[in-house]
């Protein structure tokens, strides 16, 4: 046989490579062999018939936080590989157990230093430990656990050092999760590459109006050959309720939120924003992530002393949407990607917004595709994915257009999910070739990628 499965009859659409109408693509050992308008079903040993579906290359979140449930959520929203930002070494462990098949590339967090400044011996230590870890990279949570400005730009300068992937969520002792933290983000990277991450997260209104401090942000990071970006579509954001021995929530993000919404912030506004549903407690219920009610949500989090994750309806609608859309003077998208922030998160939604995105034709759909797996692809450094060429990986992403929603999920020719259902387990780890023992550990398949070779660092040779 030639083919292992034949997927037939669905509108296909791949932009890297032109191709656009309805396709039959035949798969053999997790790879595209053929694609074309007909091709023999006798030479199949399965047929999966994805008639009135539209087709896309795999969804390529390029950053969520892939623990606990949250593989069981992605790959219901069409993920297919994902860029964990920060916590990758406890993500592999819990692949055989919580994983569905999908491939998964990762961070792990260092810091926060929010007193002195560590030696760059030390922090090549935290690096070296990230990657036999098997992170590709390291993860500076400034906005939630900031470190100071000298402390910070040390992190990103040790791991451009190491060839090592490097993600900031903005903020610092001085500046914290908004518009100026961003600002400083550029100042602090220098000529060092770094990805800074989910950027609508900053343009929040805090300082400016929202829509002024999107033009401001977006002006700041446009030309920087140096920097990679994502944003995400979902208005509410992601932190934790966890309380400190001072009264205060741990997380400078939270705290920014109650003052936000008017709240003062500290215990006593935070156990009242639960109370109002504005701060939304998470719970894990069958197997998934969810809100849970003002009521519930407030059981949890006395339940647990107040170590309970939430979020805030925060992000404004039109920096939001500006972050996906703006581009600069020769037409090219400011922001690379769109990614969720989310996994865990009830906010897996760059299908769904996405999507609406095109329906109301401020995206066509070559772009979504560009920006949600076409370029995710060229920033974890995987040539053979992000589009549906022979020689690609057969990661698919199925479509119902009138739902505006992802229905099947596969990865490497094998259906991970389809219309709601998980069939997939495991995963594969992307990693660098330090990290190999730790997917071993795990028991699970892996990749070696090189972060020389992703958008971060050959950005500035384009």
Known sequence: ?????????????????????????????????????????????????????????????THVHAGGTAPRQMAKAGVCTCLDMGDMPNVIKQLPSRGVGMNVAGLKTIGPYPDATPSQEELAEEVEKALVGGAIGIKIVGGHRPSTPEATAAMIEAANKAGAYVAFHCGTTRYGSNLDGLLEAVELAGDNCLHI???????????????????????????KKNLVSESYLAIVNGTGAKIGPDGLPQSHVTRNCLKMGGYTPDKAGLEQAIRDGYCMIKEEQGGETVFVSPERGLK????????????????QPMSTVL????????????????????????????VEHGLSLVRYKALTMDEFVLKTSTVGAIMLGMPDKGHLGVGADADITVLDMEKGLAVMTIVAGKVIMAHGV????????????????AAEAAGQ??????????????????
């Open 197 to 223: 991450a989910h950027v609508n997260s900053y343009l929040r209104g805090m300082i400016k109006d929202p829509v002024e401090e999107c033009l401001i942000g977006l002006n700041a990071i446009q030309g």
């Open 1 to 61: 046989m030639k083919y292992d499965v034949l997927f037939v009859g669905a509108s296909v659409v791949d932009p890297k490579n032109k191709v656009k109408g309805r396709y039959d693509i035949g798969v053999a050992k997790g790879k595209v062999v053929e694609i074309a308008p007909e091709l023999d079903g006798t030479q199949a040993r399965e047929i999966i018939d994805l008639a009135g579906y539209t087709v896309m290359p795999g969804v390529i979140d």
């Open 445 to 462: 398949p892996w990749r070696v990628v090189d972060p020389r070779e992703m958008l971060l660092y050959t950005k500035r040779l384009a």
């Open 323 to 350: 972050c996906a859309l703006k581009k600069d003077e020769q037409g090219k998208f400011i922001v690379d990607a769109i990614g969720t922030d989310g996994g865990s998160t009830p906010r897996n939604v760059a």
């Open 300 to 315: 949890v989090w006395n339940e647990r002393n107040t170590d309970a994750a939430c979020s805030f309806p925060v992000n």
């Open 422 to 437: 998980i069939y997939g387990k495991g995963g594969t780890v992307v990693c660098t070739a330090k990290g190999t023992g």
